[in-house]
């Protein structure tokens, strides 16, 4: 479903009040934790989406 600008342009304005809102309520300590967590979760998912392959000749080959 798509939404119309104004309506999309509203909710965006008022994600940036609710965001400036919790930086004053949590402490820094709890920002940085929630950050850390986020980005943890993000190289987790990452690695999932694309494995790595080692191609790794075997002993006594070139």
Request: net charge positive.
């Amino acid at each position: 479903m798509e939404l119309p600008e104004n309506i999309r342009a509203f909710f965006r304005e008022q994600g940036k009040i609710g965001a400036a809102k919790r930086q004053e309520v949590i402490p820094p300590e709890r920002r940085s934790e929630i950050a850390r967590k986020a980005a943890v979760t993000r190289w987790a998912n990452r690695v999932k989406e694309t494995p790595v392959k080692f191609d790794v000749p075997k002993k006594g080959t070139r």
